[in-house]
């Protein structure tokens, strides 16, 4: 198989990497950037556990062509925090237990990420139109709204 090289940004970081023409960038994340943070669900763009933000805009990583993130800037949940202490929202997730098998939680805190960096004080109803694109088994949604409110700082908002 022909490769091609790829350059673009990952969390801050400058990457380069060979990938082969029908790779898809949730496979060159986990396998050659070595960023394992997205997750790989159903592998068809249904579950949005592979959910990362390219320019600042959800993609689904199982269905977008690594190649065409050619001098994009791509962030996973692999470099949401600044350091060591958690992020607002991620904060929220986990005292909001948001969070119970951990399997979703990459995809909906980068759609929510999305959603907050474009829409700071978004309603009920616009997380839950942001975060429809993500399955959750465990939580029930609730909680991870509920979350997703709270890291906007509107606590209980209708």
Do not use: W
């Not at 090289?5 to 400058?14: D, I, S």
């Not at 958690?86 to 951990?102: D, S, V």
């Not at 990459?106 to 959603?115: H, I, N, R, S, V």
């Amino acid at each position: 198989m022909a490769q091609t090289p790829v350059r673009f940004t990952l969390n801050g970081r400058e990457t380069g990497l060979f990938v082969e023409e029908a790779a898809n960038l949730l496979d060159v994340l986990r396998r050659g950037a070595g960023d394992i943070s997205p997750k790989y669900g159903c592998g068809q763009g249904t579950c949005g556990a592979c959910t990362v933000l390219i320019d600042g805009a959800p993609h689904l990583g199982c269905l977008t062509l690594a190649a065409t993130v050619e001098g994009r800037e791509v962030r996973t949940t692999g470099g949401m925090a600044d350091g060591p202490g958690l992020t607002a929202l991620q904060t929220a997730f986990m005292e909001g237990f948001a969070a119970q098998c951990g399997f979703c939680t990459p995809g909906m805190l980068m759609a929510a990420k999305a959603l907050l960096d474009r829409n700071p004080q978004p309603t009920r109803d616009e997380v839950i139109e942001a975060i429809s694109g993500n399955l959750c088994r465990c939580t029930g949604y609730e909680p991870i709204v509920d979350a997703i409110l709270a890291a906007s700082g509107q606590r209980g908002a209708a």
